[in-house]
């Protein structure tokens, strides 16, 4: 059995959220929160992390990072493993790691479905790839590297895109689906990036989640987004993080609540931060559409 199949067989099944993340509302960590956060008599359930911020030996940022998993669960959120990259994955970035992961109680890791190195060269962006089944063979065998690696299922995020491959042989949902079947990784489902997407490209975004493996659904984003012209006279939707959820994007994740039940929900916002109490309110709207979709079950 190959380790790809291997990891399929033996990591949780897709879906399954890891152990300890609550099924509501979490927050993206910022430093400049970190004082506000602890004093929080509530705090949010969980908070994520990027991983490469805490890739040194020691420091504040550990120290942070241990203290709040004192008092709320933590999902950590990788952007430099380069899933979708022609190059092989960087041995040295994994181990790095799954050092962070077993020194922090992680319940969740997670990555992007992109590529952000070639020959080397590191880029500060998550990048588009091909949808073509040469591009399926290397997503699936860099997936199943780094859960045979870590030892525990990855989920894998749908991208925010601004241009397609004419020479593309899937659709972004089937290819994600595709994935997910190979691999058994799981699906981080951003809301705001099915939504920015989809408008960008004139598409339907019930008809692209539709085509989502949603049952493999183990983590839900939310962000907000910029409106910005282009050079046709147009307007790209640009997902910065910059904003406040959106209320087309709120009214879409309740739906997405509505298909696929309670789903551990983070708000992310990376720039513009604002003062915690903004971010900790957009979180509270998140938990409040959870109670309703748990009412909705239970009626």
């Known amino acids: 059995m190959s380790p790809l199949m291997r990891a399929s067989a033996t990591l949780p099944r897709a879906g399954a959220p890891g152990p300890g993340l609550p099924m509501q509302a979490g927050i993206g960590f910022k430093p400049e929160h970190f004082d506000a956060l602890m004093a929080d008599p509530a705090p949010?359930?969980?908070?994520?992390?990027?991983?490469?911020?805490?890739?040194?030996?020691?420091?504040l940022p550990h120290r942070q990072l241990a203290a709040l998993c004192g008092r709320t669960a933590l999902s950590v959120h990788g952007v430099g493993l380069s899933i979708g990259g022609h190059d092989p994955l960087d041995r040295t970035h994994l181990q790095r790691l799954r050092r962070l992961l077993e020194r922090h109680p992680a319940a969740q890791f997670s990555e992007h479905l992109a590529w952000s190195s070639h020959d080397g060269v590191h880029y500060p962006d998550l990048l588009p790839l091909r949808y073509d089944d040469a591009g399926l063979r290397r997503v699936c065998s860099h997936v199943?590297?780094?859960?045979?690696?870590?030892?525990?299922?990855?989920?894998?995020?749908?991208?925010s895109t601004y241009l397609e491959f004419e020479a593309a042989d899937h659709a972004e949902a089937g290819f994600l689906a595709e994935v997910v079947r190979r691999s058994g990784c799981g699906l981080l489902l951003d809301v705001n990036n099915a939504y920015v997407s989809c408008r960008n490209h004139g598409r339907d975004v019930r008809t692209y989640l539709a085509g989502l493996p949603l049952h493999a659904v183990g983590e839900i984003h939310l962000a907000g987004h910029a409106t910005v012209a282009d050079h046709d006279g147009g307007h790209l939707l640009v997902d910065d993080h910059g904003a406040p959820v959106a209320d087309a994007v709120w009214s879409l994740y309740r739906e997405v609540l509505a298909q696929v039940g309670l789903v551990p929900t983070l708000v992310e916002w990376d720039t513009d931060v604002p003062d915690y109490p903004v971010l900790r309110a957009q979180a509270a709207l998140a938990d409040a559409c959870l109670r309703d979709a748990a009412t909705a079950v239970a009626a």
Not at 144 to 159: A, F, W
């Open 44 to 59: 949010p359930a969980f908070v994520e992390v990027h991983a490469e911020n805490y890739f040194g030996d020691g420091g």
């Open 144 to 159: 199943g590297e780094v859960q045979d690696l870590l030892g525990r299922r990855m989920l894998l995020e749908n991208p």
